[in-house]
């Protein structure tokens, strides 16, 4: 049972990444998703995440407009679509998945996390 997360990198700013995160061992279908950013250091940040039907969001303040979270289930992955990056976006990105909880429900109650990815924006 994993949650793989992949297509971190280095981009300009003002650019465009995908990340991904496919699960594997289990199903993603009941539950909620989220994505996270954290480096050493620094407290765990919520980037976005997305209700079990997919019919509800929240983001953070500072992704807000820029980023879309999004689930495939037939696939079994998450996505982060990330624009207009900028170099405070930089870090690792995390991906997690919250067994029959609420979109809402914060980093403690999710049950698996990925390895994470790094993004990192610079000219």
């Known amino acids: 049972v994993q949650l793989q997360a992949s297509g971190g990198g280095l981009v300009q700013p003002g650019g465009s990444l995908r990340l991904s995160c496919a699960a594997s061992?289990?199903?993603?279908?009941?539950?909620?998703v989220g994505w996270f950013r954290q480096s050493s250091g620094n407290e765990r940040e919520g980037v976005a995440c997305?209700?079990?039907?997919?019919?509800?969001?929240v983001y953070g303040d500072s992704v807000k407009g820029r980023f879309t979270i999004s689930r495939d289930n037939t696939k079994n992955i998450i996505y982060l679509e990330m624009n207009a990056l900028k170099p405070e976006d930089a870090d690792v990105y995390y991906c997690?998945?919250?067994?029959?909880?609420?979109?809402?429900?914060?980093?403690?109650?999710?049950?698996?996390w990925g390895q994470g990815t790094l993004v990192t924006v610079s000219s």
């Open positions: 997690a998945a919250a067994y029959s909880r609420d979109y809402r429900t914060p980093p403690k109650n999710y049950d698996y």
């Open positions: 061992g289990f199903t993603l279908r009941p539950y909620a």
């Open positions: 997305l209700s079990i039907s997919a019919g509800d969001t």
